[in-house]
């Protein structure tokens, strides 16, 4: 197999940059592009560290289908069998972000993060883990470099080494917390900082700009999106809007306004943390009952039903479902409900579902966007048809996710159905992924040199 083009022109990049980020769309080949820059620059010792599922699967795969000759080792298995692995003087080591703890040694020539935001909050210890890792190249890769806003470049640039000389212990990686708070109070105000609401909406701060924060580091970024490079079929995606019954939206509005719920089991009162979060469950029909972690549903879900007579009335045609839930109780709703209809449904949690999926004895692939939203192609089975039955607040999860059908290899045209409820919280996220889906469009724009505003186009059609 051959390298295109702009795949050709990634590996360069990388090969002169041994501090740098690899930002280009879900599906553009950016493993086969560092599997090669490391082979050119004569590697001998490399560490991958990628999402669990992505480390057990994607990149060995990829290596043999680009028929890379150096050894791979996976570290999978149980702790003893872990220890073993790590031992392994193999030329390319795969681990999870989780497993970064484990290691004996972190000297390697090369450090390849896969799924760079990861790495975002540096006040997490995988943040601090990245940092002991003593090598002089290190690469971020990723599909969506700025997953919730600006706000989360700093950690995602510190790892790598790029906002200052990366430290090579662990311990001296808590000067960056410091310096992220300064960063961040230089550059941005939260927008909910006397609201008392539990999460945060920041902005630039006037005279700065997404262009002025990113002029200092542009040259160590390579961007490239999907549209401008592949000729994949289009995408459209079918907003689903649903209106909770009389039941169901005095519960929402009794929740919302008396900061608790009624159920037919118990009251369960809510707390400002859990408040916007216990609102999107109460969508779905239930609520979690923060004493024992179950769902005590409500004795309705109409937007489910109806999400379940979708995905049936799809696969009665002849159709594969990708279906993506927000909620363990959602899921378990939805598979009980169509496996009563004779649907075959599978899941990351069921072995060798991606073989049920890609030989089509597998109806829907119900998942989480957690789960199956990174590095997994899901398009070779044939299916077309991807559904929300309900939505993340991640920027990433939601692009990774809705990226699964819609990349290289693809044949048919990609629909994607997004339901939400009517006047909740559900409809607040759906415009706040189109907001920061804008602002990583910027970002692309000035990164890509000599990119003209008036030439952009968004990937999707929204119907």
Same mark, same amino acid.
């Given at each position: ?11 360069? &990049? ?6 740098? =980020? ?16 490391? @082979? ?7 560490? *991958?560290?990628?999402? $669990?599922?992505? #480390? ?46 484990? #290691?004996?040694?972190?000297?390697? !020539?090369?450090?390849?993060?896969? !799924? ?7 006040? @997490?210890?995988?943040?601090?883990? #990245? ?10 890769? +990723? ?6 806003? %600006? ?23 808590? *000067? ?32 700065? +700009?997404? /262009? ?25 995606? &079918? ?22 719920? /009624? ?11 859990? +408040? ?30 109806? =999400?379940?007579?979708?995905? @049936? ?37 069921? $072995? ?9 004895? %597998? ?17 070779? @089975? ?20 809705? %990226? ?21 919280? /559900? ?8 907001? $920061? ?9 000035? *990164? ?13 059609? &929204?119907?």
């Amino acid at each position: 197999m051959r390298l295109e083009e702009y795949q050709r022109r990634a590996v360069q &990049f990388l090969t002169q940059h041994p501090r740098a =980020v690899l930002s280009m769309d879900m599906g553009l080949g950016k493993t086969a592009v560092t599997i090669e820059a490391l @082979s050119r620059l004569g590697v001998a010792r490399a560490l *991958i560290v990628a999402p $669990k599922r992505v #480390a057990l699967t994607v990149w060995r795969q990829e290596a043999e289908k680009w028929n890379d000759p150096h050894t791979w080792t996976v570290i999978e298995g149980t702790p003893s069998q872990r220890a073993a692995l790590w031992k392994k003087k193999t030329a390319r080591t795969v681990c999870s972000y989780e497993q970064l703890k484990e #290691a004996p040694t972190l000297d390697y !020539e090369a450090v390849v993060f896969d !799924e760079l935001t990861r790495l975002k909050h540096v006040t @997490s210890k995988r943040f601090l883990y #990245a940092l002991g890792i003593r090598t002089a190249i290190r690469w971020g890769l +990723t599909g969506t470099l700025l997953p919730n806003g %600006a706000v989360d470049l700093f950690g995602q640039l510190a790892a790598l080494g790029i906002y200052a000389a990366t430290p090579h212990t662990a311990r001296r990686g808590k *000067i960056y917390i410091p310096e992220f708070f300064r960063w961040r109070a230089t550059y941005f105000e939260d927008l909910n900082a006397f609201s008392a609401l539990p999460f945060h909406r920041w902005r630039i701060l006037p005279p700065h +700009t997404l /262009e002025s924060i990113l002029k200092p580091v542009r040259g160590q970024i390579f961007t490239l999106r999907a549209e401008d490079y592949t000729h994949l079929p289009p995408m459209r995606v &079918f907003h689903c809007p649903h209106t909770l019954s009389d039941k169901e939206a005095a519960r929402y509005l009794d929740a919302k306004t008396l900061l608790r719920v /009624e159920t037919d089991e118990r009251v369960v009162a809510l707390n400002d943390k859990s +408040t916007f979060q216990k609102l999107q469950t109460l969508c779905s029909g239930f609520i979690y009952d923060p004493a024992t972690c179950c769902p005590l549903w409500s004795g309705a879900s109409s937007k489910l039903e109806a =999400v379940a007579d979708t995905v @049936s009335s799809m696969v009665g045609e002849g159709e594969q479902v990708l279906l993506f839930y927000a909620f363990r109780a959602e899921a378990t709703y939805l598979r009980a409900r169509l496996e009563k209809e004779g649907v075959v449904v599978r899941g990351p949690e069921d $072995k060798d579902f991606l073989t049920a999926w890609n030989d089509r004895v %597998a109806d829907v692939l119900l998942a989480h966007p957690a789960s199956c939203g990174h590095g997994l192609n899901l398009q070779h @089975s044939g299916c077309r048809l991807l559904v929300w039955a309900s939505l993340t607040f991640d920027l990433e999860l939601w692009l990774q996710a809705s %990226a699964r059908l819609h990349r290289r290899g693809q044949t048919a045209p990609v629909d994607m159905y997004v339901f939400y409820a009517r006047g909740t919280v /559900e409809e607040y996220a759906l415009s706040a992924l189109q907001k $920061k889906s804008t602002l990583l469009t910027v970002f692309c724009v000035f *990164i890509v040199i000599g990119r003209n505003f008036g030439q952009f186009h968004f990937p999707v059609t &929204f119907v």
